[in-house]
Every structure is written in C-alpha cells, then in structure tokens.
T-cell receptor, first 113, second 114 residues
Framework: ETGVTQSPTHLIKTRGQQVTLRCSSQSGHNTVSWYQQALGQGPQFIFQYYREEENGRGNFPPRFSGLQFPNYSSELNVNALELDDSALYLC????????????FGPGTRLLVL | KNQVEQSPQSLIILEGKNCTLQCNYTVSPFSNLRWYKQDTGRGPVSLTIMTFSENTKSNGRYTATLDADTKQSSLHITASQLSDSASYICVVRNSGGSNYKLTFGKGTLLTVNP
C-alpha cells in the first residue's frame, strides 16, 4: 500500500450530473496529480496541484477542475458529465512537483450512464 | 510528438515461464523511464526506474533494460507467478522536472495461467 487513499471506490452517475472525487496524499507529500484512465488505456494527465495551486494541466476541458487543501488532500470535480468520462480516476502524490517518484492511490471507478 | 508504444498489447503465458515486454518511445529530451505494474482496478506501482546511463536494472524476478540510442526498453519477467497477472505500463519522463511531463504507454496486459 502506498498510503494514498481515494474515495469513493466506485460511483455511478448520469449524463449532465456533477461529481467530486477525493484524494488523501501520503504523509509529507505536498503535490497531487490527477489522471484519467479509460479501459485498456494508459493514464492521461489531468492536472497537478502543488501547495494549493494548480501547477500544470493536461488536455482536459474546464469542466474538469480541482482543489487542494492546506493538508494537501485534493478534490477532482467534473461538471456536466459525459458518457466518455467513464473511467478509472487516479491520484498520485509526491514530495514535490519535480520529484521523480509518484505514489498512486487505488483509484475511483466512475461510470456515467 | 512524445509517444510511448508498448507491445504486445496482451500476452498469455503459463506459470513458471519467462516473458519479455517491449516499450519504444519518442520522448525527447529524455530524463528517465519507469515500469509500473497495475493490478486490475488498482493504482500503478513502480517496479523499476532507469536513467540515460543505465542499461539494466533488476528488482527480484523483474529485469528492465534500456537502450537510449534506439529508444527502446524491455521488461523481462522470470519464472512467472499467477500474481504477475496485471497490466505493465511504461512511462517516460521529459527532462524539465515537472510531473506533468510524463508520457504513459497503454500497457501490456499479462495473464499468467496455471
């Protein structure tokens, strides 16, 4: 186990709804990155948070937004859900934005109907 | 465009056999290459990390090789076990220092049968 936790483990939503996913980083880590992994694909970078500020963003629309709290835990919010948003959402924490090693959580499986 | 291609897409072997997974990349400038193991429905776990100057690195029954000239890497699994059944993902990092400069492959799905 990496010490990174995510909640919920599974979630079912319908198109147009909004969802919030949560991640608790490993102790001592101030950086959290979020990834979307569609079935049979590798993870795709969504964005990274470092000390409560967004520190880089992948090719995802603005309806994907995030937040990092003073304790370095993080949330991923997705508005106006689409069917293609169905995926495993992974968060990974690290000691810093330039740190080589990321530790992944178990993921949240989101199904959009 | 930075890309990481893995082959084969999937592989089925018998318990006890060896196998080799391939990773070709076009990421530049290169910083390092990491192999992850991802059990179904779980987050990836790092197996090995290799920098430009390293040709081979072992972690138990896993041995990774890197040829920076041809931009190829392989992951060799020796004496496979049922618990090796997972997806193996190759990830290449650009030099530059920010986590968002990682390029992930799609993974090779390995199934080890008894």
């Amino acid at each position: 186990e990496t010490g990174v936790t995510q909640s919920p483990t599974h979630l079912i939503k319908t198109r147009g709804q909004q969802v919030t996913l949560r991640c608790s980083s490993q102790s001592g880590h101030n950086t959290v990155s979020w990834y979307q992994q569609a079935l049979g694909q590798g993870p795709q970078f969504i964005f990274q948070y470092y000390r409560e500020e967004e520190n880089g963003r992948g090719n995802f629309p603005p309806r994907f937004s995030g937040l990092q709290f003073p304790n370095y835990s993080s949330e991923l919010n997705v508005n106006a859900l689409e069917l293609d948003d169905s995926a495993l959402y992974l968060c990974a924490s690290s000691l810093g934005p330039g740190e080589e090693t990321q530790y992944f959580g178990p993921g949240t499986r989101l199904l959009v109907l | 465009k930075n890309q990481v291609e893995q082959s084969p897409q999937s592989l089925i072997i018998l318990e006890g056999k060896n196998c080799t997974l391939q990773c070709n990349y076009t990421v530049s400038p290169f910083s390092n290459l990491r192999w992850y193991k991802q059990d179904t429905g779980r987050g990836p776990v790092s197996l090995t990390i290799m920098t430009f100057s390293e040709n081979t690195k072992s972690n138990g029954r896993y041995t990774a090789t890197l040829d920076a000239d041809t931009k190829q890497s392989s992951l060799h699994i020796t004496a496979s076990q049922l618990s090796d059944s997972a997806s193996y993902i190759c990830v290449v990092r650009n030099s530059g220092g920010s986590n968002y400069k990682l390029t992930f492959g799609k993974g090779t799905l390995l199934t080890v049968n008894p």
